[in-house]
């Protein structure tokens, strides 16, 4: 089982998740963290083209595809009905790392922050309902909270919070 700490950036659509996990990457590799992601889709998605030899081959039926080449390689799972593999499944697929930042899963048993924007198309906060949320970030003053508030571009602090959170020595 992989025990690598992972921290979630949970919140609604258009709510900033994927902006502010770019920010952390780049904050916590600049301070020499190594850093692994997963996002989590709702839709269908692929990262391969029609005609490709991969998605060929995924078409003939190949349960999994690596394509590798000098610069990076990836792996495609075909779930061919099977069902969405759990966050821990993926976590112990995942190479050696420092932190895992973990981009939606809003319902998983991890430490997470809270994303509001004004523009979220939903804005029903969700620590109400989840113990797991350590702390919000937003665009906008927060009232009447016991979790830590941070500003939404105060990536710095953040990711002091998130080191703290998971018990990692700051560097």
């Excluded at 995924?58 to 999994?64: I, T």
């Excluded at 895992?100 to 922050?113: F, N, Q, T």
């Excluded at 016991?146 to 998130?162: H, K, M």
Aim: glycine share 8%.
């Amino acid at each position: 089982m992989n025990m690598t700490p992972a921290f979630g950036i949970s919140g609604w659509k258009n709510s900033g998740k994927t902006g502010l996990t770019v920010r952390l990457v780049e904050e916590l590799t600049a301070r020499g963290y190594r850093i692994s992601t997963i996002k989590h889709a709702h839709h269908d998605f692929d990262i391969d083209r029609p005609g490709a030899d991969s998605f060929r081959h995924r078409e003939a039926g190949a349960g999994e595809v690596a394509i590798v080449a000098g610069a990076r390689f990836a792996i495609m799972h075909e779930l061919r009905g099977a069902a969405e593999p759990t966050l821990a499944e993926i976590l112990a697929r995942l190479a050696p790392c420092d932190l895992v930042l973990v981009e939606g899963y809003k319902r998983e048993a991890i430490p997470k922050i809270e994303l509001r924007r004004l523009e979220s198309k939903n804005r029903e906060p969700l620590a109400p309902n989840d113990p797991h949320i350590a702390a919000i970030a937003s665009d906008h003053p927060i009232e009447e909270q016991s979790l830590p508030v941070f500003d939404l571009d105060d990536t710095g602090s953040i990711a002091d919070f998130i080191l703290l959170t998971v018990g990692i020595p700051k560097r």
